[in-house]
């Protein structure tokens, strides 16, 4: 079985500020992870994925996260954000195996990011 | 434009009346899956499918049924609709391979009264 944690329900922040969204995951297999961004009343739209290649995974709109096996952690980070960022995030895993878990991705709870001007 | 498509974007039901939300999408993908997002709970799986003709339950897949008897097709229904079944819907679509993530459509915004 996988789990998502997302260890913040929302964060905000001011416009050009820093920032870092914590998600946290369990998988019995080894995993791809994966964050997506949904804007008011739209869709999700996939920002970046980890796929057991390079740890550093950059992304779309300045994104980027780093996995970490030993903490089973995936942050996304944004070194300046901006108002259109306003948004909320959520982080997914997806077990490379696992019999009936495979193929599923299983979802955080979702982080609301507020940027202020 | 390639992707996935919801039919209906909005509908309100009356406690007790049936209907039956549409998804489509046209990249040949195996998978195909329908989430239920409700406030402060992320998404939840309902039912997904691994490909055409095979179906199989999620998370919450009670008050839910589905079918997919043409590999781009996917489809929800609701039987008895109930107010705790006021949500948006999620379909989405994948290749097989998990290194793949999902397409997701646009939503659908059901309010039962």
């Known amino acids: 079985a996988q789990s998502v944690t997302q260890l913040d329900s929302q964060v905000p922040v001011f416009e050009e500020a820093p920032v870092e969204l914590r998600c946290n995951y369990s998988?019995?297999?080894?995993?791809?992870l994966f964050w997506y961004v949904q804007h008011p009343n739209k869709g999700l739209q996939l920002l970046l994925k980890?796929?057991?290649?390079?740890?550093l995974v950059k992304g779309i709109n300045g994104f980027e996260a780093e996995f970490n096996k030993s903490q089973t952690s995936f942050h996304l980070r944004k070194p300046s954000v901006h108002i259109s960022d306003t948004a909320e995030y959520f982080c997914?895993?997806?077990?490379?195996?696992?019999?009936?878990?495979?193929?599923?991705?299983?979802f955080g709870q979702g982080t609301i990011l507020t940027v202020h001007p | 434009n390639a992707g996935v498509t919801q039919t209906p974007k909005f509908r309100v039901l009356k406690t007790g009346q049936s209907m039956t939300l549409l998804c489509a999408q046209d990249?040949?993908?195996?998978?195909m899956y329908w989430y239920r997002q409700d406030p402060g709970m992320g998404l939840r799986l309902i039912h997904y499918?691994?490909?055409?003709?095979?179906?199989a339950k999620g998370e919450v897949p009670d008050g839910y049924n589905v079918s997919r008897l043409k590999k781009q097709n996917f489809l929800l229904g609701l039987e008895s609709a109930a107010p705790s079944q006021t949500s948006v819907y999620f379909c989405?679509?994948?290749?097989?391979?998990?290194?793949?993530?999902?397409?997701f459509g646009s939503g659908t915004r059901l309010t039962v009264v």
């Open positions: 989405a679509s994948s290749y097989r391979a998990s290194r793949h993530g999902y397409t």
């Open positions: 998988s019995s297999y080894s995993p791809s």
């Open positions: 980890y796929t057991s290649a390079a740890t």
């Open positions: 997914a895993v997806r077990p490379n195996a696992g019999g009936t878990s495979y193929g599923k991705l299983t």
């Open positions: 990249m040949n993908h195996e998978y």
């Open positions: 499918s691994v490909g055409e003709g095979t179906t």
